[in-house]
């Protein structure tokens, strides 16, 4: 026994010693990023999107959107997230090329560029390195599908395009700070090397730094040189300026040098700012400087700690001077809060003691547990619905992302008001449910978001570049979509509960979520008609019409007209209960029609929102939806036919009688 | 009951305001789905646009069409939701959203009947003082060897889209030499070379004749067609020729020893003013391509008074009845120092704000109809708690 115990503690001690060792000899680049450095490199800006961000968010979707998550394991076992794996891709490539962050969703992508790699399942993730021998062919396939129309692509052929770009995106990393890596011929002509000696030195900065002595030198020499020289001096600049050139084309990735001058809106690549040097600004030649102070001290975390400080202190300065960096710090604590998945975690916490408060209804904590975290959910997604207001000073709804986490934010405060005043626990019971749904549905979104626009907070097309019109049209009819959502789920309540028997006899449980319904929609119907007319009146203020037919607009009025007809129907007594729930529930898929599928329809003003998948997702919706309404009809027709006549309940007592 | 009363009765009832509700739901979603296929002008003529709707897929239907089932509607909802309904403090909402639908109505109604739309577009430094249509055709005749303004003879649209299969009019005019002749229109269409290989159905004309082609799901890209024949009335003479709204220069021919233009365009509308494009700007989010702004500063010329104004996307001009949008530019690939065209939407709609209102007025019957029962709803929710605590 002892033997065997000494025996794994000297196979522990082995592992432990070794662990640090694979780790330095695996990852080159020593040690893991300390805390300082993250935290500085993920709050510098960059500009990108149209906006200028930290670094922090355009890691995060540009990793989501190839890897579709924020963190990945590296071979050596160390856990990366977003900025990490940004400051590998930037400063040891090697190391970035060896990390699985490409998501492969079909195996058949890899066969049709000629790559193999054995023991991997159908949807999985490889490194660039494995994709590398595919590279090629990869590339010649991009640019073909890249010539065909969007809706003639197969599904190989989509994901083609997917992983061409980003295998194109991640290369662009790679080489983002190659000019700090160049190697200028500097020593090639006697004027160059009387100013930058004969010594190379890598980066541009010093080349930059000296230009303006070169040309003094050039100059004070010009007269004196012999033909011959002077087109080996021309030959020599040639070709340095060709180096040059190449080197900040190469480096192309970010906009991170915030332009010196106020009325410059766009951030300059590397190449602008070896330009604005070139012309004698004095703050791009700084911020070169920095960067290429970083590569040179990328093996010293302590003075690649405090050379990144320096150069975060240059950039944000001047990002500052330009009222452009005072909402860096926000967001990059808005994605480190991450409100959506901890109000994602809140919901499922509420749901599995709302579970088992169905399984000890007495137990009054459960209960109390289930409001805490419902309650806390929904705070949470109001926290950051608000957040992404101030960061953009929007209101709450400009894009398809938005419209999830807003009707889910109204959604469950509805339902907790509502739980307020009744107190049946019916409300209570569906707010879990309802906000884990959404949050579920805006993360997988997030991706799709991350794909096609590389951010959730995307500039806006000019014509809904107004806030009044976001304020008041988009988020009246996206309170519509809420309420007809919420009713929705209402009436499949009321119907699946019937056919499953769901507290059976129990009348008023009934009534009451058919009381719930009618309100809902009633609710739903004031958002849908004012957001849908006052949608009219921004075309009509916009565009000369109020209304254009077009395919948004048309959603919008089928939930008005599919709303104003269950309340007619119930009015006119051709709904009561049972076809209440019904209507509710398919007015469930006309709120999804108008919400996601017209955007796909490809057609019209508002087809801004094509988004791949969705089809197929809203297709299960409508089949589920449908199949519900018929069951609970066949339901009904079952449970009429299993009353006896009164006639048959007189024979059945007279037949032990007789 | 007498029949009157029972024409109303079923005028105003659920029952018809259900089957109207549910047509015009069918209708919208049919032609929504209708115009990923044909285009939104079709799926508005069939859908929108008509007295009944003969679809044969994807579901085989005869439908009462969108004039039909929207005037039946408003009849409905007049009869049954402001004269027949029951007037009482519960019903004051229902009637006062009911009046906002009925504005909301007629509101599409003026638009339909007494509209016009089209669009102005001018490069940096044009001038005009008329807009022309998007869809609506005209023939213009003037005489062309006059110097200076000119008096136009007009042929407006419907006197033109039935002259098809074979059907033919005439026009004269005490002031004109001529009687014209106009056949064969043509809504998309192109004058080619007639050869062997294809059937012309226009007359040939110098070796050309108008072949037909199937009408653009954008109908603003049709270009119409059609053929001329005009008869010296003194001499007999006749000359023939083929009109095509694309062409640069009109058609001629001399009659009464003057020379006679004419052409076929898209519908103008004279402007109480005419506009002037001073300078077109389009901004791009920084680092991108995509547009942020669209403005175009124009001036606004009246009575030799010059006014500067700028329209800008969501901020249009608004002056004599008309209203001028910031709708497109071009040309797209312009350098840095090419001249730019700005095209602005400009329409007279007498029921300009009526949405506005009418959206205004449904919210507030809304509130009335609801507020009340929410109130009620939370009072006896209340009562039925504070109940069971009792008994509790």
């Known amino acids: 026994m002892n033997v065997s115990r000494s025996r794994w503690l000297v196979l522990f001690l082995t592992l432990a010693f070794l662990a640090p060792l694979a780790d330095a000899q695996g990852s080159g680049r020593g040690k893991r990023w300390s805390a300082r450095t993250l935290e500085l490199f993920e709050r510098m800006p960059v500009q990108d999107g149209g906006r200028v961000k930290p670094l922090d968010t355009f890691a995060q979707f540009r990793l989501l959107r190839l890897n579709a998550k924020r963190r990945f394991t590296a071979p050596d076992g160390e856990k990366l ?16 090329r060896s990390y699985r962050t490409f998501l492969v969703r079909d195996s058949a992508v890899l066969e049709a560029i000629g790559v193999r790699v054995e023991g991997r399942k159908k949807s999985d993730r490889y490194s660039y390195d494995e994709l590398a021998p595919g590279r090629e062919k990869l590339f010649a396939e991009g640019g073909r599908i890249h010539a065909m129309e969007e809706k003639l692509r197969n599904g190989t052929e989509t994901q083609l395009y997917a992983l061409a770009l980003n295998v194109r995106d991640f290369e662009d990393l790679t080489h983002a700070l190659d000019f700090t890596r160049a190697e200028l011929p500097t020593g090639a002509s006697e004027g160059l090397r009387s100013v930058f000696g004969t010594e190379a030195k890598p980066g541009v900065a010093h080349f930059l730094g000296l230009l303006p002595k070169l040309m003094a030198e050039l100059e004070a020499r010009g007269e004196a040189m012999s033909a011959a020289e002077r087109e080996a001096e021309r030959v020599a600049l040639v070709a340095l300026n060709d180096e040059l050139d190449a080197a900040g084309r190469r480096s192309s990735a970010l906009a991170v ?26 703050e791009p030649l700084q911020l070169l400087t920095g960067w290429e102070a970083l590569e040179r001290a990328k093996d010293d975390p302590a003075a690649f700690e405090a050379e990144l400080a320096k150069l975060h202190g240059a950039v944000s300065g001047i990002a500052e001077r330009r009222g452009e960096y005072a909402k860096i710090p926000l967001e990059v604590g808005f994605y480190r809060w991450d409100f959506f998945t901890r109000a994602l975690v809140s919901f499922l916490a509420a749901f599995v003691l709302l579970c088992a408060s169905w399984l000890a209804p007495r137990t009054r904590w459960l209960v109390k547990g289930v409001w805490a975290l419902s309650v806390l959910g929904t705070l949470l997604v109001v926290a950051g619905v608000t957040v992404r207001c101030i960061l953009r000073d929007r209101p709450p709804v400009s894009t398809l992302y938005e419209t999830i986490l807003f009707i889910t934010g109204c959604c469950a405060i509805v339902l907790l008001v509502t739980e307020g005043i009744q107190r049946q626990r019916i409300a209570l019971a569906l707010t879990p449910v309802l906000g884990a749904a959404g949050m579920f549905l805006a993360m997988k979104y997030e991706l799709k978001e991350a794909a096609l626009a590389g951010d959730t907070m995307p500039s806006l097309v000019a014509v809904l570049d107004t806030n009044f019109w976001l304020a008041t049209h988009v988020t009246t009819v996206t309170l519509g979509y809420a309420a007809g959502l919420l009713a929705a789920v209402l009436g499949n309540l009321w119907l699946i509960g019937k056919m499953t028997g769901l507290k059976k006899g129990d009348k008023e449980f009934y009534r009451t979520v058919s009381r719930m319904t009618y309100g809902v929609v009633c609710f739903g119907l004031l958002f849908s008609v004012v957001g849908t007319i006052l949608g009219g009146v921004w075309a009509n203020y916009s565009w000369g019409r109020f209304w254009g037919w077009d395919p948004k607009e048309n959603g919008a009025l089928l939930i008005c007209i599919a709303e104003l007809l269950i309340l007619h129907a119930r009015m006119g007594g051709y709904a009561r209960e049972h076809g209440l729930a019904a209507l509710a529930s398919l007015n469930g898929l006309v709120v999804a029609f108008s919400w996601w599928h017209v955007n796909n329809l490809g057609v019209g003003l508002h087809a801004y929102g094509k988004t791949e998948g969705v089809l197929r997702a809203l297709y299960t919706y409508y089949g589920i939806g449908i199949l519900i309404v018929l069951g609970s009809f066949l339901w009904r027709l079952g449970a009429r036919q299993a009353v006896p006549a009164p006639g048959e309940r007189l024979s059945a007592r007279q037949t032990p009688a007789s | 009951m007498t029949l009157v ?38 799926a508005q003529k069939l859908y929108f646009e008509s007295w009944f709707v003969v679809q044969s897929s994807p579901v085989p239907l005869v439908l009462p069409g969108g004039l039909l089932c929207m005037g039946l509607l408003a009849l409905n909802l007049f009869v049954g939701g402001m004269v027949r309904i029951q007037k009482s403090k519960r019903t004051v909402g229902v009637m006062v959203v009911h009046l906002g639908i009925a504005l909301m109505l007629a509101s599409g109604f003026v638009k339909l009947n ?37 008096e136009e003879h007009l042929i407006p649209h419907e006197q033109l889209i039935d002259l098809t299969e074979g059907k033919r009019r005439s026009f004269t005019s005490s002031t004109l ?216």
């Open chain 1, 81 to 96: 997230g977003p900025t990490p794996w940004l400051l590998d891709c930037f400063f040891f490539p090697e190391l970035a």
């Open chain 1, 257 to 282: 040098f915030p332009p010196a001058k106020l009325e410059v809106e766009e951030w300059r690549f590397a190449l602008g700012a070896f330009e604005d040097a070139y012309a004698g600004a004095p």
């Open chain 2, 5 to 42: 009363r029972r024409l109303l009765n079923g005028l105003g009832s659920f029952g018809l305001a259900c089957l109207l509700l549910l047509d015009l739901f069918l209708l919208t979603w049919f032609g929504t789905l209708y115009q990923v296929e044909h285009g939104l002008h079709e």
């Open chain 2, 114 to 150: 007494h509209s016009d739309d089209g669009h102005l577009t001018l490069y940096e430094g044009e001038a005009s003082n008329e807009f022309q249509s998007y869809f609506l055709w005209e023939v213009a005749l003037w005489d062309a060897s006059q110097k200076g303004p000119v």
């Open chain 2, 177 to 392: 030499p001529f009687e014209l002749e106009l056949a064969g229109f043509l809504r998309n269409c192109q004058p080619m070379p007639k050869g062997p290989m294809w059937e012309a159905e226009s007359p040939v004309v110098a070796g050309y004749a108008l072949e037909q082609g199937s009408e653009d799901k954008e109908a603003e890209r049709n270009l119409a067609g059609l053929t001329l024949r005009a008869r010296d009335r003194a001499t007999g003479a006749l000359h023939e020729d083929l009109l095509w709204s694309v062409e640069r220069h009109p058609a001629t021919f001399e009659s009464g020893g003057k020379t006679w233009a004419v052409s076929l365009r898209h519908t103008r509308y004279p402007m109480p003013f005419t506009i002037r494009l001073e300078d077109f700007r389009k901004e791009d989010h920084p680092g991108m391509s995509m547009a942020r702004s669209f403005e175009s500063d124009v001036f606004k010329i009246e009575d030799g008074r010059e006014q500067k104004v700028r329209i800008q996307m969501n901020e249009p001009l608004r002056d004599g009845g008309l209203v001028l949008f910031q709708s497109s530019w071009g040309p797209s690939n312009a350098g840095p120092k090419d001249a730019l065209f700005s095209t602005f939407s400009v329409v007279r709609n007498p029921s300009d704000h009526w949405p506005l209102y009418s959206c205004i007025v449904i919210g507030i019957g809304l509130l009335l109809a609801f507020v009340p029962k929410l109130l009620k709803f939370v009072r006896a929710q209340d009562s039925a708690r504070a109940k069971l605590e009792t008994s509790a």
